[in-house]
């Protein structure tokens, strides 16, 4: 038994209320002022710390098998827990693809041995996630859906044909799971790096269009509705996209989405140079998409957050955006840093933050998880608001130390970490 004592839990109406929280067998047994420790129980004291759900990612990338040399199941898992996260949805482009029941259950072996927190598998929505075949293969929806997998996802790639999309959203309904697109039309990637603005004309840098991303949701919300699967989009970043997917909310399909911290604090003018650790996929757009994303959050338009955490080694990273592999790390510093640029200068409250990052994407995906209740699973975070900390990537637990923040002071960091009861990582 644990009992954390003297932290704050933030209400509904965004007040910090001192209440303590008793863990038996893995589950919140008591949450209330009058909650006192028992003779002989672990005491965890909050004081003056924020006690908090551990935060939900579902678009985490943590390249084991295949890659083990950017992530494993055990780094990943570990950085995300450093960073507050208690479950987290692993993306699919792994050596081999999860795309077969063979596949999955080798990796649910894996993850039963080398994970720190709750890791839930996505499974590919086309073989080998092939987007440049001919005809894209669908896998087996029926196979898959049976080996405990958390949706469908072609992550990394975008389904390139309607058809395929078409299919696998009638499957995906069958089955009742989500899919989760990344959407990217390859005939309009131009052999960009970067967001195709004023930024990358500056650089000299071929660029990637908007509509790159946009068209393809414009063609999926309306495979949605002829399908009726809930349709869920990764890593929105342009201001036609939150268009798009507002009117289809609006047109009542079943389109929900997600948006990552760069996306929100960074545009193409914070680009400093033309180096490999400010390429990502989206890459940072213009000043007003960056306003559509944090409009579109507070609307309700993009429903929660999501990292898009991309561990890459130094050598894949270190040239100019072109020469440079997609993607940056986003476990470890994405509390800290919305909490920074959005909670201290009072755009989001404190509570929203916390939502998007846990309740939300909870509530997305219909997941038990994400919220401190009588009989909720154990997974807290306790975080210090006034912790003050630059952001130092030799420092992160994750194998990537691919970040542009690195020497970025933020406040509001993690410093202890509870999975199912027990404390999987904390601060010194
Ligand atoms: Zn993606």
Avoid at 159 to 179: D, F, H, L, P
Avoid at 264 to 287: C, F, Q, V, Y
């Amino acid at each position: 038994m644990t009992v954390i004592v003297n932290g704050y839990i933030v209400n509904e109406f965004n007040e910090p209320t001192r209440l303590n929280i008793r863990l038996v067998d893995g589950k919140i047994s008591e949450i209330g002022a009058e909650v006192k420790p028992i003779a002989g129980e672990e005491v965890i004291d909050a004081t003056d710390l924020i006690v908090a759900p551990g935060f939900i990612d579902v678009h985490m990338h943590l390249r084991e098998p295949g890659f083990e040399q950017k992530e494993t199941i055990s780094s990943g898992t570990m950085a995300a827990a450093h960073g507050g996260f208690t479950t987290i949805c692993a993306m699919p482009n792994t050596n081999p693809v999860p795309d077969s029941a063979a596949r999955l259950e080798a990796l649910h072996q894996l993850i039963s041995e080398d994970s720190h927190i709750r890791v839930l598998p996505y499974a590919a929505i086309t073989k080998a996630l092939d987007a440049n075949a001919s005809v894209e293969q669908l896998v087996d929806f029926d196979e898959l859906v049976a080996s405990d997998i958390f949706a469908f996802s072609d992550d990394g790639v975008g389904v390139q044909s309607a058809g395929t999309m078409y299919q696998a959203m009638a499957e995906a309904a069958r089955v009742n799971k989500a899919i989760v697109a990344h959407c990217e039309d390859n005939s309009l990637i131009l052999g960009g790096s970067m967001h195709d603005g004023r930024r990358a004309a500056q650089l000299g840098v071929k660029g990637i269009p908007s509509v790159c991303e946009s068209v393809q949701i414009a063609r999926d919300v309306l495979l949605a509705e002829a399908t009726g699967a809930h349709y869920h989009v990764c890593h929105v970043s342009t201001v036609e996209s939150v268009r798009v997917i507002r009117d289809a909310k609006a047109a009542g399909i079943h389109v929900t989405c997600e948006v990552c911290p760069h996306h929100l604090i960074s545009d193409e003018n914070d680009i400093t140079a033309n180096t490999g650790n400010w390429k990502m996929n989206p890459p940072l757009r213009a000043t007003r998409d960056r306003q559509a994303l944090i409009t579109g959050l507070m609307d309700g338009t993009i429903d929660c957050i999501s990292t898009d955490h991309a561990p890459h080694c130094e050598h894949e990273k270190c040239g100019k955006m072109e020469d440079s592999a997609f993607g940056i790390v986003g476990s470890e510093t994405a509390f800290a840093q919305l909490y920074t640029h959005f909670v201290k200068t009072k755009i989001f409250t404190l509570k929203q933050l916390l939502d998007w990052m846990s309740q939300a994407v909870a509530d997305t995906f219909s997941l038990p998880y994400g919220t401190l209740a009588v009989g909720a699973s154990a997974d807290i975070v306790l975080i210090d608001l006034n912790k003050q900390k630059t952001i130092d990537a030799t420092a992160f637990l994750s194998l990537g130390k691919n970040t542009p923040y690195t020497g970025q002071t933020c406040y509001g960091w993690p410093v202890r970490t509870l999975y199912n009861g027990k404390t999987v990582w904390q601060e010194n």
